[in-house]
């Protein structure tokens, strides 16, 4: 029987700017494996594990989606594992299924798909295809920091105006701001709307929670270059984690307002699978002395366990406190006058791509 308390094979001095503090081994790996001392010093000798960047070739590149507590029915996701390193992102058990941890793996082991857009291309080409909106930037970050090399996310977006395909998005990195010529074209046509996630307003929390994505300041900068670019932006504060960041709902709501954002939603934290175990690790590296009292409030808001996926609740929570940040949220936005998330963007301007096409014209 496998152990879940396994030690990391990575020593924790060489995780500096990353966000998990083990590699613990995949749900379904065979063998699990420890970090030992053998007297020889050799943990010392360890190096900081580098990024590494793998191309994948998947055969289609919609997904999706028929969960009914979620706002879209298609998505796409350009990058597999995010660099961002967020303790908390509910994606990381993905990375199991690639046979690697959900913890440093996860934030070192990446997967490109390179001809995300020429893909794209066929699928919106084919004349059985119907546009609905498409969100990117539902499991990992389409703008974390590969993109500024593999460009995916651009190519993407490029066939998505050219064919005028809604899509939405939602990412925490500032890089979105680069691709305002292409959003800010698709905003006149209504096809687009951008969620910039803020988790916290605190430069230091923020370092200790998500290492490599963009600061909170540039999170803000970017929601008001969007916004005075004419393209719909809200704000996701998410997710909140009792006594670490929930105190800080409003504040973040308001500054985003101030900023330009139009609308806004939250998420509680969640602990799927591996996550449960990669969170507990960083808060007693962090917040020790708080380590007990945000378990109990977690489980408080998820039946006495550390999650619960049923649909609807596992987003909210359920129970008092769940109940006192919900209502907090709403009364925020009404005050601040942010409109809950909406995907109504337009579809009748789609136009099939021709260069997607194989059968030949006739004349």
């Not at 055969?59 to 989606?65: L, P």
């Not at 939405?168 to 996630?197: F, H, P, Q």
């Not at 007693?284 to 009292?293: E, G």
Request: aromatic share 8%; proline share 6%; net charge positive.
């Amino acid at each position: 029987m496998r152990s879940q308390t396994s030690e990391a094979t990575v020593h924790p001095e060489t995780l500096r700017g990353r966000g998990a503090r083990s590699n613990r081994s995949g749900r379904f790996e065979s063998e699990q494996r420890f970090l030992v001392d053998d007297g020889w010093s050799t943990l010392e000798q360890q190096t900081p594990p580098k990024t590494s960047v793998t191309v994948e070739q998947p055969k289609k590149i919609i997904t999706g989606n028929k969960s009914p507590d979620v706002p879209f029915e298609r998505s796409i996701n350009p990058y597999r594992g995010c660099e961002h390193g967020c303790v908390y992102c509910f994606a990381r058990p993905t990375h199991a299924y690639h046979g690697l941890s959900p913890g440093v793996d996860f934030e070192t082991k990446l997967f490109v798909k390179k001809d995300a857009a020429k893909i794209l291309e066929r699928t919106l080409a084919h004349p059985r295809y119907e546009p609905k909106t498409i969100a990117i930037g539902t499991n990992t970050d389409p703008y974390q920091p590969i993109e500024r090399e593999w460009m995916v996310m651009r190519e993407v977006l490029e066939v998505l105006k050219d064919a005028r395909h809604p899509v939405s998005i939602v990412t925490k990195s500032a890089l979105v701001t680069r691709d305002i010529d292409i959003l800010s074209e698709m905003a006149g046509m209504g096809l687009v709307k951008v969620g910039l996630s803020v988790t916290t307003l605190g430069r230091v929390l923020a370092r200790k929670l998500e290492p490599r994505a963009s600061t909170p300041g540039k999170r803000l900068e970017a929601i008001r270059m969007l916004s005075d670019a004419g393209i719909p932006t809200g704000v996701m504060a998410a997710p909140m984690i009792p006594a670490v960041n929930d105190h800080e709902l409003e504040a973040i709501l308001e500054a985003a307002r101030n900023s330009g954002a139009v609308s806004a939603s939250y998420i509680v934290l969640r602990l799927p699978l591996e996550v449960s175990g990669l969170f507990k690790e960083w808060l007693l590296r962090h917040y020790p002395d708080r380590y007990r009292h945000v378990l109990l409030l977690l489980r408080s808001m998820r039946g006495g366990k550390d999650y619960d996926a049923k649909w609807y609740e596992r987003m909210r929570g359920q129970g008092p406190y769940a109940d006192a940040i919900a209502k907090r949220f709403e009364l925020a936005s009404k005050r601040l006058g942010l409109k809950k998330r909406e995907f109504n963007l337009r579809t009748d301007l789609f136009r099939r791509p021709r260069s997607g096409v194989v059968q030949l014209d006739l004349f």
